[in-house]
């Protein structure tokens, strides 16, 4: 499902990113998880000049779905 964070209250919304960093966060490998993300976002998923047709999980990105072809790099 979506997540709503506009509707959630401070506490709540914490507690819902907490579930949601939990759910997709390996055991035993935050550290790469959370590099891999950040290179992701340097070097794919780029503000400016987002590379969607090269991002290795853009079938299940919301962003690749609604950003403006012009807008992407391929």
């Known amino acids: 499902g979506s997540f709503r ?3 959630a209250s401070p506490c709540r919304l914490q507690t819902r990113l907490w579930q949601i ?8 490998r935050a550290d ?3 590099q891999a993300i950040m290179d992701l976002g340097a070097t794919i ?6 590379a969607c047709q090269r991002c290795p ?9 609604v950003l ?4 992407r790099r391929t």
């Open 5 to 7: 964070a506009a509707k």
């Open 21 to 28: 960093a939990e759910a997709v966060t390996p055991v035993g």
């Open 32 to 34: 790469r998880f959370n």
């Open 45 to 50: 998923c780029r503000v400016r000049l987002p």
């Open 57 to 65: 999980v853009r079938r299940c990105c919301r962003s690749a779905r």
């Open 68 to 71: 403006p072809a012009v807008r």
